[in-house]
């Protein structure tokens, strides 16, 4: 759900779009069409200082600007000739260059258009955020090869976790991928807790010394060997006698 407009004084506000004309004028001179005036929206959005919404299809944005910073000492000055023109050079960068991968959010193009406008190309504001309210905290802490402190929401932390490997953070000085080490609760910072080892679980082939174990061995019995006929004491033979008047075949044993 959007969050509704914060009513600002009719002075404050005069004030602001007269400065968004001002910034358009001084890139004016370096753009052929001429550069249309964004709208200007008030609203709380936690610890971002404002933001820019352009739109393609008509080449106009949507500037909303956190009248939180005003309370700080210095807020309404910063906002007012820092954060404006900031977010005024991300509209005319997207006016003359488009959207898209080849027109990055602080690329050359618009660290061009902020020379233009006679202020440095910061990214991020400088102002104090302690009491502003946040919409997106962000707890949990990853850290990398260098220095640089990386937090994250609850919406990034899970994403991260909950991939496997798919998702992960990059340090945009060391070029390291981040590892995560904690979240703050309660104004207290509880680290991650040490993964306990697993229990190895796998079976072991175990090698055994070859043991010697008795065994009685019986010899098979030979069998018995038959002597060839030629070896028996008689041999049977057919021979052909003459008996009785005739001649007749008959088996008689011959001694050797």
């Known amino acids: 759900m959007r969050k509704r407009q914060q009513y600002v004084k009719p002075e404050v506000r005069a004030a602001f779009e007269a ?39 008509t080449k106009t944005s ?38 898209g991968k080849h027109n990055r959010a602080h690329g050359w193009q618009w660290a061009r258009v902020m020379r233009w406008i006679g202020l440095p190309a910061e990214r991020c504001h400088k102002m104090d955020v302690e009491g502003i309210v946040n ?20 919406r990034r932390h899970l994403k991260i976790a909950n991939s496997d490997g798919r998702a992960w953070l990059n340090c945009r000085n060391c070029r390291k991928r981040c590892v995560y080490v904690g979240f703050t609760h309660n104004g207290h910072f509880i680290p991650v807790a040490k993964p ?3 229990p190895n679980n796998e079976i072991k082939t175990v090698h055994l010394a070859p043991r010697v ?40 044993d011959i001694p050797f």
Do not use: W
């Open 135 to 154: 919409r997106h905290p962000r707890p949990y802490k990853y850290e990398c090869g260098c220095d640089t402190e990386h937090l994250v929401t609850i």
């Open 19 to 57: 400065k968004i004309v001002e910034t358009i004028a001084k890139c004016q001179p370096h753009c052929k069409e001429t550069i249309t005036v964004p709208k200007l929206v008030f609203r709380n959005m936690g610890g971002a200082a404002g933001t820019n919404l352009f739109c393609s299809l």
């Open 213 to 252: 174990i008795g065994v009685t061995f019986e010899p098979p019995k030979p069998e018995p060997v038959k002597e060839p006929a030629e070896l028996l004491p008689f041999q049977k033979k057919v021979v052909t006698r003459f008996i009785n008047g005739m001649l007749q075949n008959v088996t008689v």
């Open 62 to 99: 949507v500037i909303t600007i956190n009248p939180a910073y005003f309370e700080k000492e210095g807020g309404y000055n910063e906002q007012l000739n820092k954060t404006l023109p900031h977010e005024v050079a991300h509209h005319v960068n997207d006016f003359i260059h488009g959207k």
């Open 196 to 198: 306990t080892p697993k």
